[in-house]
């Protein structure tokens, strides 16, 4: 296949290089972005994230009646897929580990769309990684001095059961496992392309993958405060606690994940 | 059928018995009827089957159910009949849930590889027209 056939062609594009078609990766590390209505953010993001480092972006619209997944698509900046219909958190994400599953990305980090989570803290969650210090890094919003962004008295409330629970099923102390800023390295994307949880997923998930051998590293990050739009989490409470708990019960007495 | 049962409060509870026949007739033809339009699923329609056959076999047959109701301790015949079907419907929910839930779970895997899907698409679309445009240069 010397000629100057198409396919040639197109593989002499150097970002085009994987022959599985697959070419559209850039860099080793896919930054995932889950935004529901996050227009006011969403470009501001993608450019910080850019400027911050050689990483490739993946912002997951779950179904935003906003135009996030346009805006997004307009920085040029950013691969995006715009789901049908809203899936919610656990349901983006794992979209997210899908597609780098698929493209052959080695680590993850996920950012939330909200900005509260502060993209030159991004380096140092997948240092650990890179190091083989962990498979899974949390970006914690606790500084050990209290320091920074501290969220509503309820919520912390529920972390802290999170966090006994944590201590309890698989022996690790998590101390904010709600955190959705994580990195993860390839065998987790693997694992989690297959098994994550839905709706509220991130306390679950830190059970589930203890569970099944994975090693969690906690860092501790600063946080923004919310700028805008809503928590999903906060607004239902005293409900989203019971959920995630017996999800962490449930996650912790059933078998072994395949 | 026809001798006097011994009960103070009779004449209720024949009448109770033709309004029960009459409902698990109606209930297994309609049943049935939604089976052959292909409205259900015959692997949905199972426990209804089941429930509204029952429900006949215990509307007709008195001395059935008074044996069962004897053999449950309920000393009211139709009380133990409405607990079998109140079961039954249990049983058909706790079905529904499970069914519900296999399909959540698909319908989140089908739109998810739709998502990537269209992402594919897009991507091979834009990459088909670079193609053309350099071919023609």
């Not at chain 2, 209930?27 to 939604?34: A, E, G, R, S």
Request: aromatic share 10%.
């Amino acid at each position: 296949m010397k000629g100057l056939s198409p396919i040639v062609f197109f593989n002499s594009n150097p970002s085009n290089t994987d022959e599985q078609g697959k070419g559209l990766r850039t860099s080793d590390t896919l930054i995932i972005i889950p935004a529901f209505n996050e227009a006011w953010n969403i470009t501001h993001l993608i450019k910080e994230i850019k400027a911050e480092g050689n990483y490739d972006i993946l912002v997951i619209d779950d179904a935003s009646s906003d135009g996030t997944g346009k805006l997004a698509k307009k920085t040029n900046l950013a691969h995006v897929i715009s789901l049908p219909h809203n899936l919610g958190i656990g349901g983006s994400v794992q979209t997210g580990f899908k597609f780098a599953n698929i493209h052959g990305y080695k680590y993850i980090v996920q950012v939330d769309g909200d900005g509260q989570h502060k993209v030159n803290e991004i380096s140092r969650l997948l240092k650990l990684i890179k190091l083989d210090k962990a498979d899974v890094v949390v970006g914690s919003r606790f500084n050990k001095k209290h320091k920074g962004y501290r969220s509503s008295s309820l919520r912390r409330l529920g972390i802290k059961i999170f966090e006994i629970l944590g201590i309890l099923m698989i022996q690790q102390r998590i101390k904010d496992s709600t955190s959705g800023f994580r990195a993860y390295n390839r065998e987790t994307i693997k694992f989690l392309s297959k098994f994550y949880p839905v709706d509220y997923p991130e306390p679950e998930a830190i059970i589930l993958l203890g569970k099944n051998g994975f090693r969690i590293s906690e860092v501790f990050t600063k946080m923004n405060p919310r700028k805008g739009g809503k928590s999903s989490l906060n607004k239902r409470g005293i409900f989203y606690m019971l959920k995630v708990s017996l999800g962490m019960i449930m996650t912790y007495i059933r078998p072994k994940s395949a | 059928m026809g001798e006097k049962a011994p009960y103070s409060i009779d004449v209720n509870i024949f009448k109770m018995q033709y309004i029960a026949i009459f409902g698990s007739v109606v209930l297994l033809i309609f049943i049935l009827n939604l089976i052959r339009r292909k409205r259900i699923k015959e692997e949905y329609s199972l426990l209804w089957l089941l429930l509204s056959i029952v429900f006949l076999v215990f509307s007709v047959w008195r001395e059935g159910l008074d044996f069962i109701s004897r053999l449950m301790g309920v000393a009211y015949p139709p009380a133990a009949l409405f607990l079998i079907l109140l079961m039954a419907i249990f049983m058909i929910l706790i079905q529904f849930s499970i069914i519900i839930s296999k399909q959540a779970e698909n319908n989140k895997n089908l739109t998810q590889e739709h998502g990537l899907l269209k992402f594919d698409h897009e991507n091979l679309q834009k990459r088909v027209k670079n193609l053309e445009d350099k071919l023609k240069e």
